[in-house]
Protein backbone atom coordinates (compact mmCIF):
# COMPACT_ATOMS: atom_id res chain seq x y z
CA UNK A 1 0.00 0.00 0.00
CA UNK A 2 1.63 3.12 -1.13
CA UNK A 3 1.31 6.63 0.35
CA UNK A 4 0.85 10.21 -0.85
CA UNK A 5 3.02 12.81 0.82
CA UNK A 6 1.44 16.05 1.08
CA UNK A 7 2.92 18.84 -0.79
CA UNK A 8 4.78 21.30 1.29
CA UNK A 9 2.78 24.29 2.06
CA UNK A 10 4.43 26.94 0.26
CA UNK A 11 4.74 30.33 2.14
CA UNK A 12 3.17 33.41 1.18
CA UNK A 13 6.40 35.60 0.61
CA UNK A 14 7.81 33.17 -2.04
CA UNK A 15 4.73 33.08 -4.25
CA UNK A 16 4.02 36.59 -4.22
CA UNK A 17 5.20 37.89 -7.30
CA UNK A 18 7.98 40.13 -6.94
CA UNK A 19 7.58 44.12 -8.45
CA UNK A 20 9.45 45.32 -11.12
CA UNK A 21 12.34 47.79 -10.77
CA UNK A 22 11.17 50.82 -12.65
CA UNK A 23 12.53 54.07 -12.30
CA UNK A 24 9.54 55.44 -10.69
CA UNK A 25 9.54 52.87 -8.07
CA UNK A 26 13.53 53.99 -7.42
CA UNK A 27 12.14 57.42 -7.84
CA UNK A 28 9.53 56.72 -4.95
CA UNK A 29 12.73 54.77 -2.75
CA UNK A 30 15.34 57.70 -3.17
CA UNK A 31 12.14 59.95 -2.20
CA UNK A 32 11.75 57.66 1.35
CA UNK A 33 15.39 58.11 2.06
CA UNK A 34 15.67 61.55 1.53
CA UNK A 35 13.14 63.10 3.48
CA UNK A 36 14.09 60.59 6.40
CA UNK A 37 17.58 61.44 7.03
CA UNK A 38 17.66 63.90 9.61
CA UNK A 39 20.77 65.86 7.61
CA UNK A 40 18.30 66.88 5.22
CA UNK A 41 15.99 68.89 7.00
CA UNK A 42 19.00 70.62 8.72
CA UNK A 43 21.14 71.83 5.87
CA UNK A 44 18.08 73.05 4.36
CA UNK A 45 17.00 74.70 7.52
CA UNK A 46 20.85 76.05 7.94
CA UNK A 47 21.11 77.53 4.61
CA UNK A 48 17.56 78.87 4.45
CA UNK A 49 18.04 80.61 7.96
CA UNK A 50 22.14 81.82 6.58
CA UNK A 51 20.63 83.15 3.39
CA UNK A 52 17.82 85.14 5.03
CA UNK A 53 19.53 86.19 7.89
CA UNK A 54 22.30 87.72 5.83
CA UNK A 55 19.47 89.62 3.66
CA UNK A 56 17.57 91.54 6.90
CA UNK A 57 21.24 92.37 8.08
CA UNK A 58 22.93 93.77 4.46
CA UNK A 59 19.71 95.44 3.54
CA UNK A 60 19.75 97.10 7.59
CA UNK A 61 23.34 98.23 7.25
CA UNK A 62 22.68 99.91 3.77
CA UNK A 63 19.79 101.99 5.30
CA UNK A 64 21.35 102.75 8.06
CA UNK A 65 24.07 104.25 6.23
CA UNK A 66 22.27 105.22 3.28
CA UNK A 67 22.14 109.23 4.55
CA UNK A 68 26.09 109.19 4.86
CA UNK A 69 26.79 107.00 1.90
CA UNK A 70 28.96 108.59 -1.07
CA UNK A 71 27.27 109.61 -3.77
CA UNK A 72 29.23 106.64 -5.96
CA UNK A 73 28.37 104.11 -4.13
CA UNK A 74 24.56 105.12 -4.26
CA UNK A 75 24.91 105.17 -7.92
CA UNK A 76 25.67 101.43 -7.93
CA UNK A 77 23.92 100.11 -5.57
CA UNK A 78 21.77 96.86 -6.40
CA UNK A 79 18.93 96.60 -4.33
CA UNK A 80 17.94 93.40 -5.63
CA UNK A 81 21.48 92.09 -5.54
CA UNK A 82 21.56 93.20 -1.69
CA UNK A 83 18.97 91.14 -0.85
CA UNK A 84 19.96 88.09 -2.21
CA UNK A 85 23.66 88.30 -0.81
CA UNK A 86 23.53 85.39 1.59
CA UNK A 87 23.46 82.75 -1.38
CA UNK A 88 26.96 82.95 -1.10
CA UNK A 89 27.04 81.14 2.40
CA UNK A 90 23.82 79.19 1.47
CA UNK A 91 25.62 77.93 -1.21
CA UNK A 92 27.76 75.75 1.66
CA UNK A 93 25.17 74.27 3.32
CA UNK A 94 23.39 73.23 -0.23
CA UNK A 95 26.42 71.87 -1.74
CA UNK A 96 27.74 69.60 1.19
CA UNK A 97 23.76 67.96 0.97
CA UNK A 98 24.37 67.84 -2.47
CA UNK A 99 27.27 65.27 -1.72
CA UNK A 100 26.17 63.72 1.37
CA UNK A 101 23.15 62.22 -1.07
CA UNK A 102 25.43 60.13 -2.31
CA UNK A 103 28.50 59.49 0.07
CA UNK A 104 26.17 59.47 3.50
CA UNK A 105 25.19 55.90 1.71
CA UNK A 106 29.00 54.58 1.18
CA UNK A 107 29.88 55.32 4.66
CA UNK A 108 27.23 53.75 5.93
CA UNK A 109 27.29 50.61 3.90
CA UNK A 110 23.79 51.48 2.77
CA UNK A 111 25.07 51.26 -1.12
CA UNK A 112 25.29 47.89 -1.30
CA UNK A 113 21.46 47.01 -0.63
CA UNK A 114 20.38 49.70 -2.56
CA UNK A 115 22.48 48.87 -5.49
CA UNK A 116 21.68 44.90 -4.92
CA UNK A 117 17.93 45.89 -5.14
CA UNK A 118 18.54 48.29 -8.47
CA UNK A 119 21.26 45.43 -10.63
CA UNK A 120 21.44 48.22 -13.18
CA UNK A 121 22.70 51.10 -10.81
CA UNK A 122 22.26 54.35 -12.91
CA UNK A 123 18.36 54.12 -12.01
CA UNK A 124 19.24 54.97 -8.56
CA UNK A 125 21.93 58.04 -9.96
CA UNK A 126 18.51 59.37 -11.34
CA UNK A 127 16.55 59.20 -8.91
CA UNK A 128 18.78 60.85 -6.52
CA UNK A 129 19.38 63.74 -8.83
CA UNK A 130 15.88 64.30 -9.44
CA UNK A 131 14.82 64.11 -6.24
CA UNK A 132 17.54 66.25 -4.79
CA UNK A 133 17.19 69.09 -7.67
CA UNK A 134 13.00 69.11 -7.12
CA UNK A 135 13.71 69.72 -3.43
CA UNK A 136 16.71 71.76 -3.51
CA UNK A 137 14.83 74.19 -6.34
CA UNK A 138 11.74 74.54 -4.25
CA UNK A 139 13.42 75.28 -1.04
CA UNK A 140 16.00 78.00 -2.87
CA UNK A 141 13.09 79.69 -4.31
CA UNK A 142 11.40 79.35 -1.34
CA UNK A 143 14.02 80.74 0.63
CA UNK A 144 15.52 83.69 -1.85
CA UNK A 145 11.60 85.03 -2.50
CA UNK A 146 12.32 85.21 1.66
CA UNK A 147 15.23 86.72 1.98
CA UNK A 148 13.95 89.13 -1.09
CA UNK A 149 11.03 90.53 0.49
CA UNK A 150 12.52 90.89 3.86
CA UNK A 151 15.43 92.61 2.55
CA UNK A 152 13.15 95.07 0.54
CA UNK A 153 11.52 95.99 3.83
CA UNK A 154 14.68 96.70 5.49
CA UNK A 155 15.64 99.21 2.93
CA UNK A 156 11.66 101.25 2.20
CA UNK A 157 12.95 103.24 5.72
CA UNK A 158 14.95 105.47 2.78
CA UNK A 159 12.81 104.20 -0.28
CA UNK A 160 15.42 102.83 -2.47
CA UNK A 161 13.66 99.39 -2.77
CA UNK A 162 12.79 97.89 -5.71
CA UNK A 163 9.92 94.95 -7.17
CA UNK A 164 9.92 91.91 -8.04
CA UNK A 165 8.08 92.87 -11.09
CA UNK A 166 11.03 95.60 -11.91
CA UNK A 167 13.46 94.77 -14.83
CA UNK A 168 15.96 92.01 -14.37
CA UNK A 169 14.32 91.67 -10.53
CA UNK A 170 12.62 87.90 -11.32
CA UNK A 171 15.87 86.96 -12.80
CA UNK A 172 18.17 87.54 -10.21
CA UNK A 173 15.73 86.05 -7.58
CA UNK A 174 15.01 83.17 -9.18
CA UNK A 175 18.25 82.86 -10.66
CA UNK A 176 19.79 82.72 -7.20
CA UNK A 177 17.95 79.66 -6.91
CA UNK A 178 18.91 78.07 -10.30
CA UNK A 179 22.23 78.68 -9.14
CA UNK A 180 22.19 77.18 -5.78
CA UNK A 181 19.98 74.16 -7.34
CA UNK A 182 23.10 73.38 -9.58
CA UNK A 183 25.53 73.73 -7.09
CA UNK A 184 23.87 71.30 -4.68
CA UNK A 185 23.63 69.06 -8.04
CA UNK A 186 27.06 69.57 -8.54
CA UNK A 187 27.33 68.12 -4.98
CA UNK A 188 26.10 64.81 -5.92
CA UNK A 189 28.09 64.45 -8.99
CA UNK A 190 31.26 65.10 -7.25
CA UNK A 191 30.02 62.70 -4.43
CA UNK A 192 29.06 59.88 -6.80
CA UNK A 193 32.80 60.19 -8.61
CA UNK A 194 35.20 60.46 -5.53
CA UNK A 195 32.33 58.46 -3.40
CA UNK A 196 33.82 60.21 0.05
CA UNK A 197 32.07 62.69 1.99
CA UNK A 198 35.63 64.78 2.86
CA UNK A 199 36.89 64.08 -0.54
CA UNK A 200 33.70 65.05 -2.19
CA UNK A 201 33.41 68.48 0.00
CA UNK A 202 36.82 69.07 -0.30
CA UNK A 203 36.16 68.72 -4.20
CA UNK A 204 33.31 70.89 -4.40
CA UNK A 205 34.64 73.70 -2.27
CA UNK A 206 38.01 73.44 -4.39
CA UNK A 207 35.93 74.33 -7.59
CA UNK A 208 33.67 76.69 -5.86
CA UNK A 209 35.93 78.67 -3.95
CA UNK A 210 39.59 78.04 -4.17
CA UNK A 211 40.09 78.16 -8.02
CA UNK A 212 38.58 81.98 -8.04
CA UNK A 213 40.97 82.63 -5.54
CA UNK A 214 44.26 80.88 -7.04
CA UNK A 215 43.20 82.92 -10.46
CA UNK A 216 44.10 86.15 -8.17
CA UNK A 217 47.20 85.38 -8.62
CA UNK A 218 47.67 85.02 -12.27
CA UNK A 219 47.87 88.10 -14.82
CA UNK A 220 45.06 90.53 -15.15
CA UNK A 221 45.35 89.41 -19.01
CA UNK A 222 44.95 86.01 -17.99
CA UNK A 223 42.32 86.08 -15.20
CA UNK A 224 39.99 88.11 -17.61
CA UNK A 225 40.46 85.40 -20.10
CA UNK A 226 39.40 82.28 -17.70
CA UNK A 227 37.59 83.80 -14.39
CA UNK A 228 34.26 83.84 -16.49
CA UNK A 229 34.60 80.10 -17.71
CA UNK A 230 35.18 79.08 -13.45
CA UNK A 231 32.33 77.27 -11.91
CA UNK A 232 31.04 79.80 -9.62
CA UNK A 233 31.84 82.89 -11.56
CA UNK A 234 29.95 81.09 -14.86
CA UNK A 235 26.99 80.22 -12.28
CA UNK A 236 27.36 83.35 -10.50
CA UNK A 237 26.06 85.84 -13.59
CA UNK A 238 22.62 84.80 -13.14
CA UNK A 239 22.39 86.44 -9.82
CA UNK A 240 24.05 89.44 -11.10
CA UNK A 241 21.52 92.58 -12.46
CA UNK A 242 23.89 94.24 -14.15
CA UNK A 243 26.89 91.87 -14.66
CA UNK A 244 30.40 93.17 -15.50
CA UNK A 245 32.36 93.53 -18.79
CA UNK A 246 34.83 90.67 -17.95
CA UNK A 247 31.45 88.18 -17.35
CA UNK A 248 29.51 86.02 -18.69
CA UNK A 249 26.16 86.85 -20.26
CA UNK A 250 23.64 85.70 -16.86
CA UNK A 251 22.16 82.49 -19.15
CA UNK A 252 25.33 82.34 -21.10
CA UNK A 253 27.07 81.84 -17.46
CA UNK A 254 24.33 79.34 -16.23
CA UNK A 255 24.84 77.05 -19.24
CA UNK A 256 28.51 76.90 -19.00
CA UNK A 257 28.13 75.72 -15.29
CA UNK A 258 25.43 73.72 -16.46
CA UNK A 259 27.71 71.59 -18.44
CA UNK A 260 30.18 71.59 -15.29
CA UNK A 261 27.33 69.89 -13.22
CA UNK A 262 26.60 67.27 -16.34
CA UNK A 263 29.63 66.25 -16.58
CA UNK A 264 30.63 65.67 -12.99
CA UNK A 265 26.96 63.94 -12.96
CA UNK A 266 28.30 61.82 -16.20
CA UNK A 267 31.56 60.80 -14.39
CA UNK A 268 29.95 59.64 -11.65
CA UNK A 269 27.77 57.41 -13.99
CA UNK A 270 30.72 55.95 -15.57
CA UNK A 271 32.68 55.39 -12.23
CA UNK A 272 28.87 53.81 -10.37
CA UNK A 273 28.54 51.21 -13.47
CA UNK A 274 32.37 50.39 -13.33
CA UNK A 275 33.57 50.03 -9.56
CA UNK A 276 32.04 47.54 -7.14
CA UNK A 277 30.59 49.29 -4.16
Known amino acids: MSTTTAPAPVSAAATAPRGKVTQPRVLKSEWIKFRSLRSTYLSLLIGMVVMIGIAALACWAVANRWPSMPAM ?20 AVGV ?18 LSAVPRRLPVLWAKTAVFGGVTFVVTSVTALISFFVGQAMLSSQHIQTSLSASGVPRVVFGTAIYLTLVGLFGVGLGTVVRSTPGGISSLFGALLVLPLILHALPTSWANDIGPYLPSNAGQALTTLHPDPHTLAPWTGCGVFALYVVASIIGGAIVLKRRDA
Open 97 to 114: LGVMVVTGEYSTGMIRAT
Open 73 to 92: EKAGFDPAGRSIDGFFFAQL
